[in-house]
Each structure stands twice: as C-alpha cells, then as structure tokens.
C-alpha cells in the first residue's frame, strides 16, 4: 500500500502569514495552479480513494488535483489544521510582538509549546492517529488531502519518529510526500516531490 500525502495549495493565510488552522481560508489564485500542478505530479498513479481535510483550501486542492480522474473524494474531520486557539487568524508579526517567548517556542518545537486555548500536538496526533488506524485497516493506495501540521504528524507517526521531529517537516505547496507500507514495515519512498 502507498499512501499520498499533499498539503493544500497556497491560501489567504499563507499571504498574509497568518497564525490559522482552522479558519476556512480560501486558495489563492497560485493556491489553484499549484493543486493543478500536484495533480500532473500524481496522473498516471493508481489511487482508490482521497481523503481531504473538510477546509475549503484543502478540499478544493483535492478537487483541482484530481479533475477528470474517477477518484472518490471523502471529507476526514480528522485531517483538520491544528486548532490555533488564542492566535487563530492573528499574524507572526503582532504576535511575535505580544508574545515573543511563547511563538518562538512554538516555532521550535509546536510538539512540546501548544498555542495558548487551542490544540496540543497530543489532540492533533489522536484524531491523526484514528485516521491513520482506519486507512492500514483498508490497505488502500490513497491520498491524503490535508495541511502541514496534520500531514507532519502523521508522517511522524507513520515513520515512528519522536514528536520533535513534526517542527522540521515542511510539507510544500504544490507537491507530495509518499510512503510504502508493506509486512508491518514503512518506508518514506518521496518527500515534497
């Protein structure tokens, strides 16, 4: 089994380096020609399903991406952004200014310094981790539609890395990370390809 692993394309947030996860930002004009893009990186790769995250960026990336392939699209609550609480929708710049300690921890290790009211890396790794369950129970080559935080932790979770390990994965724009998951053993095959 291969399982797909894609971030949405380029959102408003993302222009306007926001601190978002669950806000429904839209994709920017870019956002859709790179989702067009990951789908002429993935033509030609059998895949029975999709899972996308239910946030308009993520699940239209997994529209455009997928246009004229007969390959079910699911909405997975579970592959929903990190919940930024207090910071939702503030930007780097005011709340490096207000909160200079806190944002420069999360930055350097989201795992181990939550945003202030919102989700714990625990939170986003359990409902990850339900998702995960269910798509090794199906054994299905799938792609999953998401953001980074979401797909970081999953992939840390696929590769049994230590939590630190999701502040250094950057899921890009526009591109895939795939794995092979064969006899109870995974292998990160590409990483933003």
């Known amino acids: 089994m291969r399982l797909y692993l894609a971030r949405h394309g380029e959102s408003e947030g993302n222009v306007r380096r926001l601190f978002y996860g669950i806000t429904d930002l839209a994709l920017t004009a870019r956002g859709r020609e790179q989702a067009r893009e990951l789908g002429s990186k993935l033509a030609g790769i059998p895949l029975a399903r999709c899972l996308s995250s239910p946030l308009s960026r993520a699940a239209e990336t997994a529209r455009l991406a997928l246009e004229g392939r007969d390959v079910p699209i699911e909405l997975c609550q579970g592959l929903t952004e990190q919940d930024m609480g207090e910071f939702e929708n503030k930007s780097y710049e005011q709340l490096l200014g207000e909160f200079p300690q806190l944002v420069t921890g999360m930055l350097a290790d989201w795992s181990a310094v939550p ?9 986003v790794c359990a409902r990850t981790r339900a998702v995960l369950e269910e798509l090794l129970a199906r054994g299905e080559d799938t792609l999953i539609v998401a953001h980074n935080g979401s797909l970081a932790t999953l992939l840390i979770q696929l590769l049994d890395m230590k939590p630190r390990a999701v502040t250094h994965l950057w899921m890009l724009h526009g591109c895939y990370t795939s794995v092979v998951i064969r006899d109870g ?3 990160l095959e590409y990483f933003n390809r």
Do not use: A, K
């Not at 945003?115 to 939170?123: H, L, R, T």
């Open 115 to 123: 945003p202030p009211g919102g989700e714990s890396f625990e939170d």
């Open 185 to 187: 053993f995974t292998r």
